[in-house]
Structure formats: C-alpha cells, structure tokens
C-alpha cells in the first residue's frame, strides 16, 4: 500500500483523517493505532481469506460508519465505495468528490 498513490484530495486530510459526521470517516487517520485507520484497514482486508484478488490494488482510505469501504484504484484512477458482503463486486465508480458526495447525501445521486 502507498499512500503516496492516493489523490490529492485524499491526502490533505493525512494523516488526522476526515469524518464528515459521527463516524463516516471519508479519509480515516493514517495511523493511529485504532482499527480504523488507513494502516489498519488495509492490514486487516488483505489478511482476510474471503478478500478479492481482483482488489488487491486498492488503497483503502475511508469508511461510511455501516459497513462500506472507500478506496482508491490507482490503476484505474479512480475511487470506489465496497461492501465486503459483495465479494468483488464494487457497489459504485467516481472520483473521489462524486463518492463523498453520494455518502453524505444518503445515498442519493447528485
């Protein structure tokens, strides 16, 4: 995992993190030595023998707070929102403003 690989974005708000509202964490700390952190996460997923193979290039940096993750795809350059419950299929593409957004407005396409 480099975080140097990560957007622009994504990095102004290392290595404190950013949560948007009580528990949606759209960056996590770098490390804190939490579980969530951006260290920890991406530790933890790549540990587990359920993790897609076809996401092992993904930089996880953030969470909602109910379960999905963000991560950047520095190949494809671009971000994308995850549920470890559908095994390697990504719930949504954008850029990373576009699934910030898409969080805080609950959900709802702009």
Not at 59 to 65: C, K, R, T
Request: aromatic share 14%; no cysteine.
């Amino acid at each position: 995992m480099e975080i140097s690989q990560l957007p622009q974005e994504v990095r102004a708000h290392l290595p404190n993190g950013y949560e948007s509202s009580q528990g949606v964490w759209l960056v996590l700390p770098t490390d804190n030595g939490a579980e969530r952190s951006v260290s920890a996460t991406n530790t933890w997923l790549r540990a587990e023998d359920w993790y897609p193979v076809s996401l092992q290039s993904i930089i996880w940096f953030g969470d909602d707070g109910i379960g999905n993750f963000l991560g950047w795809d520095p190949v494809a350059g671009y971000a994308i929102l995850w549920n470890p419950e559908d095994g390697d299929e990504v719930w949504r593409t954008g850029s990373v403003a576009e699934l910030w957004d898409f969080i805080v407005r609950g959900y709802a396409a702009s």
